[in-house]
């Protein structure tokens, strides 16, 4: 490693310090450096409150201010160019003099995009971007997703037998997790902002998409109700987190109604002749849920698979469960080469219990 790199690495570790309470916005670490010795340091610790730049100049002790004018400052993101809920930093990097700024990867974000790096390069600062790039991209990837594919990213999660089923062909309740592997889709509920299952499961589960085995917040729930049949008494309408029913009738969220939901039930009408994942993931885009679980039925993770609209997929597997019949899991007919769908993340969860 270089010691560009190792500092970058410093400011990746830094940044995952604000995990889980600074979404929308993403993970920042930044450090200073003066002759091989780190003066500063911060991260984004809240959304809509300081940058990793702001904190890292502020904790600089006053022995060491007249420093910063000869130090490197490392981020892990392009600083941002934007008035937003707080001032720019590239113009607190240009007010500080600080001669050198390396950046671990660009901010996609349409407000920055390359506009902080310019504005630095214009203020005859020296700037060397790409460092750990995609440490740094993989740390926000949820956030880079949204920004450059203009979609959340997607989770498709499921549970299957030994021999492949996800559900029996009545609909019995199958027992395939156990309670390690429930209290980790807890925690995988609490990291994404949205959470998806079909109308089927929804009624044959009951489930109520919460998280109750982790701490931390609710994702917002999603369900797909085409002609809003569903019951209220189901779980999934209870008041214990906002519940979004993408459907045919009618409309009581706004597309630029961005976050800000409270625990109560939302309607989102979609197109009867357009793909319902699409308009899903692009409802998702409008509302700014920058990702979302998708935890069944088969039918559901079917279509995202068929129109390759994923970014991760992660079974939870029994290895002593075998069902004679039973409801085929996604991919067990070879829809997707397992060569495809290794190379999609390679960090593709399997759990054999
Ligand atoms: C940075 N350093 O630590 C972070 C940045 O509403 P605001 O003012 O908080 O701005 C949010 C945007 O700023 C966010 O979408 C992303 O583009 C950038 N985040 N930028 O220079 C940071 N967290
Ligand atoms: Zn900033």
């Given at each position: 490693m270089t010691t560009d790199e190792l500092y970058m690495q410093r400011c990746i570790q830094l940044a995952k310090s604000g995990a889980g309470n600074v979404a929308p916005n993403p993970m920042v670490g930044a450090v200073l450096v003066y002759k091989e010795k780190i003066i500063g340091e911060g991260y984004h610790?809240?959304?809509?409150e300081a940058h990793a730049e702001v904190n890292c100049i502020a904790s600089v002790k006053i022995k060491d201010r007249q420093l910063i004018e000869r130090s490197t400052l490392y981020v892990s993101l392009e600083p941002c160019a934007h008035f937003g809920k707080t001032p720019p930093c590239s113009n607190l990097i240009i007010r500080h003099k600080i001669p050198k700024v390396v950046i671990g990867s660009r901010d996609p974000f349409k407000e920055v995009n390359g506009r902080g790096i310019e504005k630095l390069k214009a203020a005859g600062i020296e700037v060397i971007t790409g460092i750990l790039g995609d440490a740094c991209k993989d740390l926000n990837k949820r956030f880079f997703t949204f920004h450059t594919k203009q979609r959340p990213y997607i989770i498709l999660k499921w549970a299957q037998t030994a021999?492949?089923?996800?559900?029996t062909n009545d609909n019995k309740r199958l027992i395939i997790s156990n309670n390690i592997t429930n209290r980790l889709v807890h925690k995988w509920r609490f990291e994404e902002a949205s959470i998806l299952v079909g109308t089927n499961t929804a009624t044959a589960d009951?489930?109520?998409?919460?998280?109750?085995?982790?701490?931390g917040k609710n994702p917002v729930r999603l369900i797909i109700d085409k002609n809003i049949?569903?019951?209220?008494?189901?779980?999934?309408?209870?008041?214990e987190s906002p519940t979004i029913v993408f459907n045919y009738e009618k409309q009581t969220?706004?597309?630029?109604?961005?976050?800000?939901?409270?625990n109560q039930v939302y309607y989102f009408k979609i197109e009867k002749d357009k793909s319902l994942v699409r308009q899903i993931a692009n409802a998702c885009y409008q509302l700014n849920l920058q990702s979302i679980l998708i935890e069944g039925g088969a039918k559901l993770l079917q279509s995202f698979i068929d129109e390759k609209l994923f970014d991760e997929i992660r079974i939870i597997t029994n290895k002593d469960l075998i069902i004679g019949e039973g409801l085929a899991a996604p991919l067990s007919s070879g829809s997707l080469k397992q060569s495809e769908y290794f190379a999609i993340r390679n960090d593709n969860i399997y759990f054999i219990l």
């Open positions: 610790q809240k959304y809509g021999n492949k089923k996800i559900a009951d489930p109520s998409l919460t998280n109750r085995l982790w701490t049949r569903l019951p209220l008494s189901l779980k999934i309408f209870n008041r969220l706004e597309p630029g109604d961005t976050g800000n939901f409270t």
